[in-house]
């Protein structure tokens, strides 16, 4: 039996696990620091402490922030199966962490004169989540 597979296609979509826990706790008001503290993994509450730091006048900060949770996704995308590139749905809530980490990243980047990795990340959001970067950015 042939298959006729589309090897043109590309890789399938990456879809991170949900971490119920961590996710319930930020949405109901716990500090990030203490969701990031207690799930060090979770890459949503260091993408709310990078905004919120970047937010505060504190770019730097924020940029470390940023990485942490970026890193902490990249790991998490690795187990799940994602090979280095390929769509990350900004649709399934789980990916949303490791996206605005990656947009808070490049933010942070442009803002402490990083214009090279800025740019990276930029498009590094816009290949992996069209729609993230455009919500991220406002749209």
Not at 103 to 111: D, E, F, K
């Amino acid at each position: 039996m042939e298959s006729h597979e589309n090897l043109l296609a590309g890789p399938p979509p990456t879809l991170l696990p949900d971490v119920p826990e961590a996710r319930e706790a930020l949405e109901s008001g716990v500090q990030a620091s203490d969701v990031a503290a207690r799930f060090p993994a979770y890459s949503g509450a260091w993408a709310a402490l990078a905004d919120e730091y970047f937010a505060a006048g504190h770019a730097v900060t924020s940029y470390a922030f940023a990485r942490t949770g970026y890193h902490r996704g990249l790991d998490q995308l690795r187990r799940a199966g994602w090979k280095g590139h390929g769509p990350i749905p900004w649709e399934h809530v789980p990916n949303r962490g490791f996206l605005r980490c990656l947009h808070a990243l490049a933010r942070a980047a442009q803002s402490i004169g990083e214009k090279d990795e800025a740019e990276r990340c930029a498009q590094f959001l816009k290949d992996s989540s069209p729609e993230a970067a455009k919500e991220l950015a406002g749209g």
